[in-house]
């Protein structure tokens, strides 16, 4: 089983990046986002509960993202491995998951850490804003989720560092390359195990 988490700044192309690594290794893609656009749209009461979080740029609390997440865990246990977008964001989520795969004698394998320069983020989610209109890519809020990113999320590096996991994948290539490298990563994985 492969148990792959990877994570970067917003804007550094997370989302695109798991759905290529899924179709490769035939992972199931969880994107925290995702869910919980999902429920957003079907205006769902934990919809409208996380709507007013996301719209801010600010982080859904821990409780409700590991609720989503193990529900999801359990439709696929048969899976051969995940992939997680988006999760953990903070060292309490990441030692939360830690403790929910261990339940089913489950860890992650290795953690990508896509890297890219925060004018470049700013420009990539502008541009997202205008392609797809999604409510929480407005400069303010880019800029807002950027220092949270620093403040919560970036800490997530020295966590899986200190496990042996973390690889660092530069983020200001192409789309192809970026892949390329996450691609090379997974290999060398394989082959030191």
């Known amino acids: 089983m492969l148990n792959v988490v990877i994570f970067g700044p917003p804007g550094s192309g997370k989302g695109t990046q798991s759905e290529k690594i899924a179709e490769k290794y035939r992972l199931i893609h969880l994107s925290t986002g995702d869910l919980l656009r999902e429920e957003m749209k079907k205006d769902t009461s934990l919809g409208r509960q996380v709507k007013n979080y996301i719209e801010k740029g600010e982080l859904v609390p821990d409780e409700v993202i590991i609720e989503q997440l193990y529900l999801k865990l359990s439709e696929y246990k048969d899976a051969p491995g995940f992939i997680f977008d988006g999760f953990p964001r903070t060292i309490v989520q990441a030692e939360k998951l830690d403790k929910m795969l ?3 004698n489950i860890h992650i394998n290795i953690v990508l850490n896509i890297e890219v320069d925060e ?7 502008m541009g997202r ?4 209109n999604r ?3 407005k400069e303010d809020v ?4 950027i220092d949270i990113y620093k403040e919560q999320t970036f800490p997530l590096i020295n966590y899986y560092k200190n496990q ?3 690889v660092n994948i ?3 290539a192409s ?4 892949f390329e490298n996450i691609c090379y990563a997974l290999y060398a994985y394989n082959s030191q195990k």
Do not use: C, T, Y
Not at 119 to 125: D, S, T
Not at 129 to 132: I, K
Not at 142 to 145: A, D, L, M, V
């Open 119 to 125: 004018e470049e983020l700013v420009r990539r989610m």
């Open 142 to 145: 880019i800029n807002n989720r």
């Open 175 to 178: 789309v192809d390359k970026v």
């Open 164 to 166: 042996g996991k973390i």
């Open 102 to 104: 261990e339940k089913n």
């Open 135 to 137: 409510s929480d890519d």
């Open 129 to 132: 804003a205008q392609d797809s």
């Open 170 to 172: 530069d983020g200001m």
